[in-house]
């Protein structure tokens, strides 16, 4: 980000959904309420630097924010059948889910994490599209780079002697590895069964194909904005980092289990991305 602005890469995700919930059948992820965030996703002119929406960068795109989010919920909901009533979205954005939170998420704090002046951005974005606020959403200030994690959220009624469940998602990339082993630290040291879900993207010599022009697009679009990508790592060093942290378990969503759990059986030509992947690892 740049220094005191809000990030430029905040509609992205959220138009990127809403195409989802518009041209693919049945969606992977089921989020109507961002349709009313960014009507403007249905402008075919919007964000056309992956192509158009048949295109098959821009298909790969659209799966890749859906995955993420129903990975993550998905998670989240395992983790609220086994008791945790905190969930902290490092990096919320303009992500929905406290909109549409399913009955399981009703009597959990949900702390949406984000830099001061991306906060006042989301903030805006939601009171102009008559968001009210759910009565379990706390906003967080904070600036992850400058560090003070824990002092943040307890300053916002956030219990670290409680479980939690934590995401960032489309966040790691954009940090350096000490900032994002200082998130990777705080999750670690939260109760046993805490867990936290999010996104990494490898490194080119890893990929190909389309996969592989989306990110050298992706990439060069981002740090032109002011935003470059900051860390890439492969899944077995990630893995390999996160148990030294002091992490119990960890699971690694490849492009082929998530083929099989959520891409199996489509018609359309939604398929698993490789170019951004998941990691589940908990406490």
């Not at 959220?153 to 002697?161: E, G, I, K, S, T």
């Not at 998530?258 to 992947?277: C, I, M, N, V, W």
Request: hydrophobic residues 45%; aromatic residues 8%.
């Amino acid at each position: 980000m740049l220094p005191g602005q809000a990030s430029q890469t905040l509609l992205i995700a959220s138009i990127m959904r809403a195409r989802h919930q518009l041209l693919d059948i049945p969606p992977v992820l089921n989020d109507p309420i961002v349709l009313k965030l960014v009507p403007e996703a249905g402008d075919p002119e919007v964000l056309t630097d992956f192509g158009g929406s048949g295109q098959p960068m821009a298909t790969l795109m659209r799966s890749m924010f859906a995955l993420r989010s129903r990975f993550t919920e998905d998670r989240l909901m395992a983790a609220a059948a086994r008791g945790i009533r905190q969930y902290v979205m490092f990096g919320a954005g303009l992500d929905t889910f406290p909109w549409r939170q399913p009955d399981f998420a009703k009597n959990m704090n949900i702390f949406a994490v984000d830099h001061p002046a991306s906060l006042i951005q989301t903030n805006r974005i939601f009171r102009e599209r008559r968001f009210a606020r759910a009565p379990n959403l706390i906003r967080v200030p904070l600036d992850l780079e400058q560090g003070r994690i824990d002092e943040q959220l307890r300053a916002c009624d956030f219990d670290p002697d409680a479980a939690s469940f934590c995401s960032g998602l489309g966040l790691m990339l954009y940090l350096e590895d000490e900032v994002v082993d200082d998130i990777f630290r705080f999750v670690a040291r939260l109760p046993p069964s805490s867990e936290i879900v999010f996104s990494f993207v490898p490194p080119d010599e890893d990929l190909d194909g389309v996969d592989l022009e989306i990110t050298r697009r992706a990439a060069a679009k981002f740090a032109k904005m002011g935003e470059p990508w900051k860390s890439r790592v492969r899944p077995q060093a990630m893995a390999e980092r996160l148990m030294a942290l002091g992490f119990r378990e960890v699971f690694h969503l490849s492009p082929e289990l998530a083929q099989g759990r959520y891409f199996a059986g489509r018609s359309d030509k939604l398929t698993a991305p490789h170019f951004e992947q998941m990691i589940a690892t908990t406490v």
